[in-house]
């Protein structure tokens, strides 16, 4: 077969956008069972290989690693075959973790640790972690906010009991690594949270729509957290969230915070 037969390279298929009828169904753990029923596969935000360098900066080796909300998503595989190997998952959905451990053992990540645990009340010891990370899990607890800038109570007290357990898993010098939509000015209020002791630094990735990232390192806070960076970014238009965004992104971050474009 010469070059001008060959069948074009198949796309790796995405799970057709279906998302809920309301996005408050993020909150609740029997959405995310029915979905994980029959989901196989579904990477919110980008795949690994788009922060890949930042967390190469933040995670040495050694370190022992807690995924907080892993669903479906290979980011515990990636980090396993970046050398990472000590990593704990955990999630609300029970049916998520099943899938998990069958997938982790078919594909021979049997060191990888799976459980189902509720973030807001994480069944470990203190200081127990080197890192804990989240890619979109904390994004969850917003869904149903209100204001971004006036977020209702519940959402921050379920948002502060969140960071409080993260906080409290950590070891002395541990970094907390949350991958968000959720911008600057509007997390920065709940990371610097005067109880945590934690820095707070953030950088970006993606092409046209930016991801942030999150850094927070326990017991390294000072007065001057980020000073260089402006906490407002300049936002890609509406029209450039459609095109960039793929699908559920889009839906999930209209709900997690108005467009303020
Ligand atoms: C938006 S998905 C992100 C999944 C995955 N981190 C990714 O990047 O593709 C949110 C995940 O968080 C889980 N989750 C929601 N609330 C949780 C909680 N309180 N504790 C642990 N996991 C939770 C859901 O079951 C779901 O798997």
Redesign the pocket.
């Known amino acids: 077969m010469d070059d001008g037969d060959a069948l074009p390279a198949k796309e790796p298929q995405k799970k057709p956008f279906s998302g809920p009828s309301s996005a408050s169904a993020y909150l609740d753990p029997l959405y995310?069972d029915e979905r994980f029923r029959s989901e196989e596969h579904?990477?919110?935000?980008k795949d690994y290989s788009h922060f890949q360098h930042l967390i190469q900066r933040h995670i040495e080796p050694a370190s022992s690693v807690l995924e907080?909300?892993?669903?479906n998503?290979q980011?515990c595989e990636e980090l396993h075959k970046d050398g990472i190997t000590n990593i704990t998952c955990?999630?609300?959905?029970a049916v998520?973790v099943e899938n998990m451990e069958k997938r982790l053992a078919t594909n021979g990540f049997k060191d990888i640790k799976v459980l189902v645990?509720?973030?807001?009340d994480l069944p470990f010891g203190d200081e127990y972690f080197d890192v804990v990370i989240?890619?979109?899990?904390m994004d969850?607890l917003f869904v149903d906010s209100g204001d971004p800038w006036n977020p209702h109570h519940e959402t921050v007290d379920k948002v502060k009991a969140m960071l409080h357990e993260v906080h409290r898993v950590l070891k002395p010098g541990g970094i907390f690594i949350s991958i968000s939509f959720g911008q600057p000015h509007f997390r920065r209020p709940l990371f610097e949270d005067p109880e945590l002791t934690w820095s707070f630094e953030w950088s970006t990735f993606g092409d046209g729509f930016h991801y942030f990232f999150y850094v927070l390192q326990k017991g390294k806070r000072s007065k001057e957290t980020c000073k260089s960076n402006s906490d407002r970014l300049a936002l890609p238009s509406f029209s450039l969230l459609h095109e960039e965004l793929e699908n559920e992104d889009y839906i999930f971050r209209t709900n997690v915070e108005e467009l303020d474009t």
């Open positions: 995310w579904y990477e919110w935000f907080l909300g892993c669903g998503s980011l955990i999630d609300l959905s998520a645990a509720d973030m807001l989240e890619k979109g899990t969850v």
